[in-house]
C-alpha cells in the first residue's frame, strides 16, 4: 500500500487538502424532555440539576444562552439541564422564587423532589452563574449506595420506577417474575 511513512504522510497530506479546515462547532443548551426526568437523570448520576425556568420564549433563550457555555466548559458533564415553562413541572421542587429563572436544585436520591441550592434571574452576570454552579458542586451531597439497597430503600418508599424502553433481557437474575415457568 505505501512504501513508508513519508508516502503515507504525503498520501494522507493530498487528501486532507481537499477538505475545509476545522469548522466551528455550535454547541446548545444540553436540556433534556422535562424537568421530571431530568430530576431522575440527576438523581441517578448523583449530579445537581439546573433548571431554565420562564413563560417567556425570549427569556429562556436568554437564560440558556448564558448556561450553554458552562454546560460545554470546565463544567462539562457535572450537572444535569432541563428548563420548564411553566410552574406546574416544579410542583415537586419546594422554595423556589416566583422571580427565578435559573434555578440549581439538588435532587433527592430518587429523582423525586429535591432541594433549591441556588436561584438567579435572567439578568444575572456571568461571575454570579459560576459562582452559582460552584457552589453547587460543593454543596451537593453525593450518595454511595449499593444499587439493591437503593432499590429495595425505594421500594420501601412506595418508589417503583417503569421504563419507557421494555426490558428484553432482565440480565443475571432470569427472567422476570412475570415471564418464569411455573412447574
Request: charged letters at 20%; glycine letters at 6%.
Amino acid at each position: 500500500m505505501f512504501s513508508g511513512p513519508d508516502q503515507m504522510a504525503a498520501t494522507m497530506n493530498r487528501i486532507a487538502a481537499n477538505y475545509s479546515g476545522a469548522r466551528q462547532i455550535k454547541h446548545t443548551y444540553p436540556a433534556l424532555a422535562t424537568v421530571r426526568l431530568a430530576l431522575n437523570v440527576a438523581a441517578c448520576d448523583q449530579q445537581p440539576l439546573v433548571i431554565v425556568r420562564s413563560s417567556s420564549e425570549d427569556e429562556r433563550q436568554q437564560c440558556k444562552s448564558k448556561l450553554t457555555k458552562y454546560a460545554w466548559s470546565d463544567f462539562r458533564g457535572q450537572f444535569t439541564f432541563a428548563e420548564s415553562k411553566s410552574d406546574t413541572e416544579l410542583v415537586s421542587l419546594k422554595g423556589i422564587n416566583k422571580q427565578s429563572n435559573i434555578i440549581v436544585v439538588d435532587p433527592d436520591p430518587y429523582g423525586q423532589t429535591g432541594v433549591v441550592l441556588s436561584q438567579l434571574d435572567s439578568s444575572a452576570t456571568d461571575d454570579e452563574i459560576s459562582d452559582a454552579l460552584n457552589l453547587a458542586l460543593l454543596t451537593h451531597q453525593e450518595r454511595t449506595s449499593e444499587a439493591p439497597v437503593h432499590i429495595t430503600n425505594g421500594r420501601r418508599r412506595g418508589i417503583f420506577w417503569k421504563t419507557q424502553i421494555p426490558v428484553t433481557d432482565p440480565g443475571r437474575g432470569g427472567p422476570a417474575p412475570n415471564q418464569r415457568r411455573r412447574p
